[in-house]
């Protein structure tokens, strides 16, 4: 068991190490020497002047937000004799079985490369390079033949394999309270009941206001939103000069208030501040050598993102207008390597190609595709939903990939964590059992396991399913409470919501046209009932 004071030092030597590699940490260095000519430092006090002038220009909370950030991202630390693969997955056989899946999508790719005498990656030709230049800001209106390729795989697939799992240690004996679980998740992780929630998520309870319910014609605009809107207001003036607006943003303050959702016109700056986004020169530079690694080299998966957004956004009433946005921001993702960092907190493990007749000489090794991440069936849906809060392409593509690799990620790899996608079926299916037995056993007896229609949802964060403005009210308490559990709590909502048509049905079939359609719920309304008013 690691000391809390042992723990405390090992995150903040973490925190320091990693934020000394950081262009923060070179930019306060710069604003510290800049500070020695100010004729308010003294020598005699110059250690406390110089924070005193950090804190004044702003500097000590953007520390502190980076801080915020990392305390966020990273988990806690293991004991210092523990060894490295428990900091990506504590559980020997989670790891295994991600292994094994990996090995799998693996074997697929490099399939469809074979069948299809397609390479990996590839320089393209210099005429070829021009043409997508051109055409960077329109590929929307490209229509490559994609007849041929198809998806890694698809969440279905993802799924048979979590049916699988099986924790080794109870195959001659399992727990007795393990062995009532009746649903399609068979491994024994602690998660969380209804009164546990109800701590956990006190904010979204029936007494307080909610920005997505409260805020409707029926309420009085002076009971709730203009409060919460002067709250916001005040930690963040959109209206206020660059240097004020600086000072007064606070990582923390923003989190906690968009946990009771937020207005539409500081969503936006809300998301970036909580994230630590902040688009400055480098990061567009950034954002442009991606887009010039795009442009010079064709991979393999640059047609798997093409069919994804042809087959899901492209097709979707609300989505299909950002459709350039999507190329743009996935193909720069795949070629993104500072994406690798979050394998380290992950429990999947980027996948590696050979140079040709190199195969197993690990000096020959290179990760593919550069960011570790092969995308699947419906993995656009993530970035479409962002569209509708920034339209500056190298933002889009900040605030993008830190909602993968603090949340998204959990989505489709195997591990124990509370808010990965394991934990979050087991959880949606304990609910359920728990809290409408007699549903759960009906549609369990006709062959219609919960799961196998609400997994879509989860490994998708809903994106896609509900209305726009509801899944974003969802993304700000996903966002607020820094977990992905609210995924699951929404799934057995919907099912409790509909319940009664649930109730008559007598195939799966039949199940899956009752809950096909879910763009017009409200997405507040049926956690708050679900979560407070359900008998415990």
């Known amino acids: 068991m690691l000391e809390p004071d042992s723990g405390l030092s090992l995150t903040i030597a973490r925190i320091v190490q990693r934020l ?22 003294k020598l005699e006090s110059l250690k406390e002047d110089i924070k005193d002038f950090l804190k004044t220009s702003g500097w000590e909370k953007k520390l502190q937000n980076a801080v915020y950030s990392e305390l966020n991202v990273f988990p806690s630390p293991c004991h210092p004799a523990a060894p490295p693969e428990h900091m990506k997955e504590p559980l020997a056989y989670m790891r295994k079985a991600q292994g094994s899946w990996e090995k799998r999508i ?16 590839q320089k393209r030709p210099v005429s070829e390079q021009k043409e997508l230049l051109n055409k960077w800001n329109e590929m929307g209106t490209d229509e490559p033949d994609l007849s041929l390729f198809r998806p890694v795989y698809a969440p279905k ?16 004996g399992e727990q007795p309270s393990f062995r009532n679980h009746l649903g399609l998740i068979q491994v ?20 307080i206001g909610q920005l997505g319910i409260d805020d409707s014609s029926q309420v009085p605009p002076e009971f709730f939103e203009n409060e919460h809107v002067r709250v916001g207001q005040k930690g963040m003036d959109l209206f206020s000069s660059v240097i004020n607006f600086l ?10 208030y968009v946990r009771q959702g937020c207005p539409t016109a500081l969503r936006a700056d809300l998301w970036a501040l909580i994230l630590n986004i902040s688009n400055q020169p480098e990061d567009i530079l950034y954002y442009e050598q991606l887009k010039s690694n795009v442009i010079q080299h064709d991979l393999l998966v640059d047609s798997l993102i093409y069919k994804d957004v042809k087959l899901t956004a492209s097709n979707d009433d609300y989505y299909f207008v950002f459709e350039d946005y999507l190329y743009q921001v996935l193909l720069c993702f795949s070629r993104d390597t500072s994406v690798l960092e979050h394998f380290t907190y992950s429990s999947a493990t980027p996948p590696k190609s050979y140079i040709r007749g190199k195969l197993g000489m690990e000096e020959y090794a290179v990760f593919y595709p550069p960011n570790g991440v092969i995308p699947f069936h419906g993995f656009s ?18 605030i993008f990939r830190e909602m993968y690799v603090r949340f998204f990620f959990r989505l489709h790899s195997i591990s124990s964590h509370p808010s990965g996608i394991v934990s979050l079926c087991l959880l949606f299916e304990t609910l359920l059992q728990t809290h409408l037995p007699q549903l759960f056993y009906h549609l369990r007896e006709i062959g219609a396991q919960p799961l196998r229609i609400s997994f879509k949802w989860m490994v998708r964060a809903f994106s896609g399913y509900l209305a726009t403005d509801q899944l974003l009210l969802l993304w700000d308490r996903i966002l607020g409470y820094n977990s992905l559990e609210i995924l699951a709590v929404l799934a057995a909502a919907v099912f409790a919501f509909r319940a009664v048509n649930l109730m008559e049905v007598t195939s799966l079939a039949a199940a899956e046209a009752v809950l096909a359609d879910l763009s017009t719920l409200k997405v507040m309304p049926l956690l708050q009932i679900f979560l407070f008013a359900t008998v415990t």
């Open 247 to 256: 000072v007064e943003q606070d990582s923390a303050a923003a989190q906690q």
């Open 106 to 121: 693996l074997k697929s790719l490099n399939s469809m490369s074979t069948e299809l005498s397609i390479p990996l990656a």
């Open 20 to 41: 000394k590699g950081s262009s923060l940490h070179s930019q306060l260095e710069r604003q510290a020497r800049v500070s020695l000519h100010n004729p308010d430092i």
């Open 157 to 172: 697939d993802f799924l048979e394999v979590l049916m699988n799992l099986r924790n080794p240690n109870y195959e001659n």
């Open 381 to 398: 849906m993530y970035v479409a939903p962002l569209c509708f809060l920034y339209h500056e392409p190298s933002k889009l593509y900040q």
């Open 188 to 207: 024994p992780l602690k998660v969380k009941d209804i009164p546990e929630l109800k701590e956990d998520f006190s904010e979204l309870g029936l007494n």
